[in-house]
T-cell receptor, first 110, second 112 residues
Framework: DGGITQSPKYLFRKEGQNVTLSCEQN?????MYWYRQDPGQGLRLIYY???????QKGDIAEGYSVSREKKESFPLTVTSAQKNPTAFYLC?????????FGSGTRLTVV | QQPVQSPQAVILREGEDAVINCSSS?????VHWYRQKHGEAPVFLMI?????EQKGHDKISASFNEKKQQSSLYLTASQLSYSGTYFC?????????????FGDGTTLTVKP
């Protein structure tokens, strides 16, 4: 079955630590996105990529970094510069007919 | 520009109808709708493109009013399974291709 795999499902980060969230897709979609969702709020765009080796900042890119070396993979690194990283992170692809979302990673700072 | 959804929350009894609105301050190119259950990923419901007016399947349908820069999601004869948060995502005419902005969501609770 085609879909998006995000891992891990839960992640705990210590202060000052960088962590990387994985997103893999087998839908053969060119466009991939990272969104952040805080409790009771909507989705805010962090980064997006429409083609391999190219990506653009979204509305809240500060403290995050991404890479797109393969069509299937779009990992997100939450750096120590992100002061309030506790949130639900969603990866998505877009194939011309709406977005398909992964099951998300819940990141907590401890 | 983030679309504005209304109402923020609605509570229904099974079998009742609901309307959720999504408004943009800019001309719309497309609107897409999603439902998210608590702790899960949003699930795609439907997409409406500029030039199209209404779409639907089963008891969930949506309209697209270009003049009003607005889309509405209609849920008829609601079922318990309809409970969740509904989001609209919009692409405006002058938005970079493929970059959508989402509203803050409308929480729908259907009670027996």
């Amino acid at each position: 079955d085609g879909g998006i795999t995000q891992s891990p499902k839960y992640l705990f980060r210590k202060e000052g630590q960088n962590v990387t969230l994985s997103c893999e897709q087998n839908l053969n979609h060119d466009a991939m996105y990272w969104y952040r969702q805080d409790p009771g709020q909507g989705l805010r765009l962090i980064y997006y990529s429409q083609i391999v080796n190219d990506f653009q900042k979204g509305d809240i890119a500060e403290g995050y970094s991404v890479s797109r070396e393969k069509k299937e993979s779009f990992p997100l690194t939450v750096t120590s510069a992100q002061k309030n990283p506790t949130a639900f992170y969603l990866c998505a692809t877009e194939g011309g007919y709406g977005y398909t979302f992964g099951s998300g990673t819940r990141l907590t700072v401890v | 520009q983030q679309p504005v959804q209304s109402p923020q929350a609605v509570i229904l009894r099974e079998g009742e109808d609901a309307v959720i609105n999504c408004s943009s301050s800019k001309a719309l190119y497309s609107v897409h709708w999603y439902r998210q259950k608590h702790g899960e990923a949003p699930v795609f419901l439907m997409i409406l493109l500029k030039g199209g007016e209404q779409k639907g399947h089963d008891k969930i349908s949506a309209s697209f009013n270009e003049k009003k820069q607005q889309s509405s999601l209609y849920l008829t004869a609601s079922q318990l399974s309809y409970s969740g948060t509904y989001f609209c995502g919009t692409e405006n005419d002058d938005t970079n291709a493929g970059k959508s902005t989402f509203g803050d969501g409308t929480t729908l609770t259907v009670k027996p």
